[in-house]
């Protein structure tokens, strides 16, 4: 029987962590993998930090029209499909996400609290005025407010920034209410999010690591699989069979 399914039959409150790898099934890059990291041959100051709008513009903006072309161009995966399926079954309580795109949230996923924010939608620097993220794709010429003029961002949190507190808020209720943390597919090496997993056990919480590579949080985990998030959860869900909490 699955280690995990186990795990999540016993508990009350499961939340889940993911990161890029969550994604990387349904065809878009991560960052860090050793064979294929987004930063492997991109230099993430240059392109993801608040400076870069102001030092790099047209380089901030390609990368991002690129971005979001990937997000459109594929879509949630099979593991994003079965964690929507566990939370309106009662198995997961919610999903701490540090992905932008918005993958769980088109496969029926709730409770997300998004702590690197949103690349669906834009705001206008200068009025706030938001906008959705089809102004960052090729047909669209122009990246200039139509209110003010000024220039539209993407609604992520940029290297140098801080996060949105409602997220962090968010996030540190559905940390504080696990007893069981499952990460799936983070290197673990961005903070405040890498802080996470580790306050979980903290509080108590088993502590499982779904990643293909190893991570520093690995020894602190409970169950650590190096293995595939999608044949890892298919396990599970098979495992589970049809295991609800709903009345
Ligand atoms: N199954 C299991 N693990 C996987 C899979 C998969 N299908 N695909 C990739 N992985 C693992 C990789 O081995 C890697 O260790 O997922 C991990 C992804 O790590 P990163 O690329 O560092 O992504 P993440 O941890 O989400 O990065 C955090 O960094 O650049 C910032 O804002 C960005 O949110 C991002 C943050």
Redesign the pocket.
């Known amino acids: 029987m699955s280690e995990l399914a186990k795990l999540i039959e016993v508990s009350q409150s499961t939340v889940i962590f993911s990161?890029?790898?969550m994604s990387?099934?349904s065809g878009l890059m991560?960052?860090?993998?050793a064979d294929r990291?987004m930063?492997n041959n991109r230099n993430?100051i240059e392109l993801?930090d608040i400076e870069a709008i102001g030092t790099n513009r047209d380089e901030f903006i390609r990368f991002y029209k690129w971005r979001v072309q990937e997000m459109n161009n594929h879509q949630p995966n099979e593991g994003h499909h079965m964690l929507a399926d566990w939370e309106r079954r009662g198995l997961i309580n919610g999903i701490i996400t540090?992905?932008v795109e918005n993958y769980h949230d088109l496969a029926g996923t709730r409770r997300i609290a998004k702590l690197?924010g949103d690349l669906g939608t834009m705001r206008c620097m200068n009025c706030n005025e938001q906008y959705s993220s089809q102004i960052y794709l090729p047909s669209h010429e122009t990246t200039s407010c139509s209110s003010c003029g000024g220039f539209i961002r993407p609604n992520v949190v940029l290297f140098g920034e801080m996060l949105s507190q409602t997220s962090l808020q968010f996030a540190a209720q559905l940390m504080r209410e696990a007893d069981l943390f499952i990460v799936l597919?983070?290197?673990?090496?961005?903070s405040p999010?890498n802080q996470f997993p580790m306050q979980a056990k903290a509080n108590g919480a088993k502590l499982v690591i779904?990643?293909?590579?190893p991570t520093a949080t690995d020894r602190y985990a409970d169950l650590v699989i190096h293995e595939?998030?999608?044949a890892t959860l298919r396990e599970a869900d098979a495992a589970l069979g049809g295991l609800s909490r709903l009345g």
Do not use: M
């Open positions: 990161g890029a790898g990387t099934e991560d960052f860090r993998s990291g930063w993430p993801a540090q992905n690197h597919g983070s290197s673990l090496s961005v999010a779904v990643n293909y590579e595939s998030i999608g």
